[in-house]
């Protein structure tokens, strides 16, 4: 077919010699009529194409008309944003949230008119309960810190109740992951790396770190892909390495190792991962350092000991209920106990994910984190443990839902990128970022000018903080821990009201080692085994 095309130009291009060479006056000097061949050449080219190929039915029954249809495709999720979109209708994160994320990045006004968007009466609404007794916010701790390691921790970290969640230099561009870090600086609060290990622009502007690692083991792995002590206590030892957590599983594709896809691997990334560049990295499912539940809670302590006593953690979506109750009994059995868990609902994610896993696996925040917290008050292991929730998490009244439901801290992804000046384009996994936020592309990237966003990081966090205090302070509390699942309201119906409470009940510290284990989590108990993932 190429040769068709090359006879074609040639014929066409004789055809407008010929007319030159016999009107070589009216052509040469009217540049419009040379234009005008040369569009004519172009759409008779193209619509020649369209007829001969055999990939797209329209275009070949439809020559260049059918174009429209591809044009019209690829504006329509823009289209739909900025001209049809409501304020409130926008997925995965609406307009209103958009903005006030914005807002407080760039220090504008917050305030809205006119009363809420939202409709009070439809079912999923959910409010604070506030008190006459409200005090002032200044009565408030208006630096909430949270520390994390239990006795078996020497390194103890005070995290801010709000840090950076895992999105990995890859997933991220360098740009981005330097502004975040020195947004952590300013702020006071923790960055956490991602499973793609810790790379210079981690490291350049001494912001602290959680270091993430997962199954593909990057900054503590072998050559075969397997956990290497040596590399893992080379990482650990970094001095802004104050927490180390091991990413079981994820919210945006639980149970799927990571993605990053090939144009994505740079060299420079390639080279901080250990493997080859222009690949398509899909890490394993599961871990081969460890294969039970006991194992994996021996692993963690070992984790500890390598680290010289740092807070160690992991991440994880919750699937089979069985496994984590498993996982519980397997730390009464050892008495080892990881200093953090993060619960990662399957409403998270900010990269590369297979759409049925986004859409249909995993257990979504809420309901994940009540059953978390349960089973460790069920087990008396709360104590020991700070839990983080992660998922969606903007404002200030999602980190008070968080805390009221058992959550120690919350960690926020897309609420940092947006501060970055995301632009909810959903292209990140394309390499074609607009913002320069999750692109390796360098002309992409360097529109993200580092100074002026680490500033916007910093601020949105600290905004975002206050406006948590507030909401605490309008409880009549001026300490977090004193507020519960009787404080947030949610419309089951549209006339019946319920408390997380009543929705989401609680155990009895120590209830299930006394055996009083209530009937909805009475199968999974009996089936958690110590030594089997698989129930």
């Known amino acids: 077919m190429r040769k068709q095309f090359i006879y074609i130009s040639v014929a066409i291009n004789m055809m407008i010699l010929f007319v030159i060479i016999n009107n070589p006056s009216f052509i040469l000097s009217n540049t419009m009529a040379l234009s005008a061949v040369g569009v004519i050449e172009f759409l008779i080219l193209a619509g020649l194409y369209d007829f001969f190929q055999t990939k797209r039915t329209i275009l070949r029954n439809y020559p260049l008309i059918g174009r429209a249809r591809y044009i019209m495709e690829a504006l329509r999720p823009k289209i ?13 994160i609406s307009r209103i949230y958009r903005n006030v994320v914005y807002q407080r990045a760039k220090g504008d006004i917050q305030s809205i008119p006119f009363g809420t968007q939202l409709n009070v009466y439809e079912e ?11 005090i002032n916010s200044s009565e408030c701790d208006n630096q909430i810190k949270v520390k994390v390691g239990n006795s ?5 970290y005070n995290a801010s109740i709000m840090n950076i969640s895992a999105m990995s230099f890859g997933s991220l561009s360098q740009n981005a992951i330097l502004a975040l870090n020195a947004g952590a600086k300013i702020g006071g609060f923790a960055h956490n790396t991602g499973e793609g290990g810790i790379s210079p622009y981690h490291l350049e502007n001494k912001g602290d770190l959680i270091w993430q690692f997962g199954t593909g083991y990057f900054g503590c792995r072998s050559d075969d892909g397997t956990f290497n002590k040596e590399k893992y206590k080379d990482s650990s030892s970094i001095e802004t390495v104050k927490m180390i957590e091991m990413k079981l599983s994820q919210g945006a594709k639980p149970g799927h190792g990571g993605i990053l896809p090939a144009k994505k691997n740079t060299p420079e990334i390639a080279k901080i991962r250990g493997v080859e560049p222009y690949t398509s990295i899909i890490s394993p499912s599961y871990h081969t350092a460890f294969k039970t539940p006991i194992e994996l809670i021996e692993f963690v302590q070992l984790l500890r000991e390598l680290s010289n006593g740092k807070p160690i953690g992991f991440k994880m979506c919750i699937g089979s209920r069985a496994e984590f109750i498993a996982i519980c009994k397997a730390m009464v059995e050892t008495e080892i ?16 994910a297979p759409m049925e896993y986004s859409n249909s696996v995993g257990m979504p925040l809420r309901e994940a984190l009540a059953f978390a917290v349960n089973c460790l008050h069920g087990f008396n292991l709360k104590q020991h443990i700070r839990i983080v929730a992660s998922g969606k998490i903007l404002t200030g009244f999602d980190i008070i839902k968080n805390i009221c439901m058992g959550a120690d801290m919350v960690n926020s992804a897309r609420g940092m990128m947006l501060s970055l000046g995301c632009i909810q384009a959903l292209e990140c996994n394309k390499n074609i970022c607009p913002t320069g936020i999750t692109t390796q592309d360098p002309n992409l990237m360097k529109g993200l000018d ?14 975002t903080i206050h406006s948590m205090i507030d909401l605490l302070s309008a409880t009549g509390q001026n300490d977090i821990s004193k507020i519960n699942r009787t404080h947030i309201f949610r419309r089951v119906s549209s006339t019946e009201i319920k408390t997380y409470d009543e929705i989401y009940p609680m155990i009895d510290t120590g209830a299930f080692l006394e055996g009083n284990i209530p009937k909805a989590y009475l199968q999974d108990f009996n089936i958690a085994n110590i030594n089997s993932f698989i129930s």
């Open 80 to 92: 739909i944003q900025y001209f049809v979109e409501s304020d409130i209708d926008g997925r995965p």
């Open 450 to 463: 580092v100074n002026n966003k680490k500033d916007r990081v910093a601020r949105y966090h600290n905004e």
């Open 152 to 156: 078996l921790c020497t390194q103890n």
């Open 124 to 134: 999923g609404y959910e409010w604070l309960s506030h008190s006459l007794g409200a």
């Open 337 to 352: 106990y990881p200093d953090f868990i993060v619960i990662d609902g399957g409403e998270g994610g900010t990269g590369a």
